[in-house]
């Protein structure tokens, strides 16, 4: 963690990018709130008059540009908010906590169809069959499976989330509206979609990227490591055959929503 | 692809696990059918007296040992049906499909609230707005996100999926009895699970793990790489600590379904 002053510090200067063909494009950091949602409502106050903002996860730092300009063209087209999406490949179930009872067959299993209602107040937490569990031991809690769920039409959400300004503004207002009319618990949290959503506006799907991972288990690392080395040996095969050939890209990172951002301004 | 004589040629031989202290084990190899479900059946009609019966995808070739231990402890303690499940780390939207529309602000886009319900003969098909799309393009149609999912209630379904022998068999005459009255079109594939679900038995969930995972897609193979090269690592730092010291694990496989109904059958 750095500290605070490093960061506000970091904040003040504004960055150019001046490695790169797009030197005309400025960066300015600002500093994080306390949540995510107020991260979103700072950085939408240095977003001076754009029309266009984006908000990206930094953790898919691999997301091919393609992604952004998919986002960007929705939002031009006419959507006021938009999110890549991927369909879902594994099989998902429903879970239902019931409490086990015993069985005749002398064990502690659910009682059937005619189990009680899932408690409210497990609150989705995951109670399952313990790795321990033995012949005649009592089980508490198990979590029973439904497979009512239709697969294709589930969608994985990735960022970055795109929107027109304004909406994006309204759906903020709302959020600290319903906050102050409701108190904190009251309202779930959520991401910017959602709140988008809650405004009664339509959230519309493009296509989204597998490289576009969040990065948050080791597991995830090794295969970011093994993109990033893949688009190494692509652009330095690239390289040599068109030499002088301008194709850098830029890595998709925070900064990317701004530099959208001033994209929109210009146009 | 494999010759089906050369495949009947390896079914009608019997494998003795000779590499391991699990020398008491057969392994019987049976063709497969033309479709996973009468795969399932005739690897059914060899297991003779089981009484628990595990059903594994091979492309979960890295299931833990653990894994398998805990389905067969939930079905001897009582479930009929057994799932090793994960919780849901992407977040995840219902989509619906809706035609696209002139908005007011004359480019296309969904007209809202009074939209039609989606149409049935769209079929779960993703149809998304095209990356090609610039203003005042016409989309025929675009995918609506809904956040109403609550993703703490979903579970990512692996195997192996562990039954008491007659329910499993139950659950595949029902499936047959229906396709019989009704057509092979009118019976939805699904898994062992989901045929044990239309009986109206439980099934329950224990915990699957994340290196279970399916090996599908060149990404999927990095990740299993990684995998296995860990776990020789770490067998080779165990060896050397524990000179002698017999902990030999074996890979998870199609076969280990019939390995492990034979230890329910000496129990």
């Not at 998919?70 to 908010?81: K, N, P, S, T």
């Not at 906590?97 to 659910?110: I, L, Q, Y």
């Not at 937490?125 to 029973?144: F, G, K, N």
């Not at 002088?244 to 890209?249: A, I, L, S, V």
């Amino acid at each position: 963690m750095r500290a605070r002053s490093e960061i506000d510090s970091i904040a003040e200067s504004t960055l150019t990018d001046s490695g790169t063909d797009h030197s005309d494009i400025s960066i300015t950091v600002v500093a994080g709130g306390n949540d995510r949602i107020e991260s979103v409502q700072l950085a939408l106050k240095s977003a001076g008059a754009a029309d266009v903002v984006l908000v990206h996860d930094a953790a898919r730092a691999l997301t091919p540009p393609e992604v952004f300009r998919r986002v960007v063209a929705a939002v031009r087209a006419g959507a006021e908010a938009v999110v890549p999406v991927l369909p879902m490949t594994d099989t998902v179930r429903r879970a239902e906590t019931r409490p086990a009872v015993k069985s005749d067959r002398g064990t502690a299993v659910n009682d059937g169809p005619s189990a009680p209602e899932p408690r409210p107040e497990a609150n989705g937490r995951q109670l399952v069959v313990e790795s321990s569990a033995e012949s005649d031991q009592e089980l508490p809690t198990v979590e029973v499976l439904h497979g009512d769920l239709d697969r294709s039409r589930l969608r994985r959400v990735q960022t970055p989330q795109g929107f027109t300004a304004s909406t994006l503004r309204r759906a903020h207002d709302k959020y600290e509206e319903d906050l102050a009319s409701s108190g904190p618990g009251a309202v779930a949290a959520t991401d910017d979609a959602g709140l988008v959503e809650r405004l009664g506006v339509d959230v519309v799907a493009v296509d989204g990227d597998e490289e576009a991972l969040k990065i948050t288990y080791p597991l995830d690392l090794v295969l970011g490591e093994h993109i990033a080395t893949m688009r190494d040996a692509e652009e330095t095969k690239r390289s040599a055959e068109v030499a002088g050939r301008d194709d850098t890209m830029s890595a998709a990172s925070e900064a990317s929503d701004k530099a959208e951002s001033e994209q929109g301004e210009r146009r």
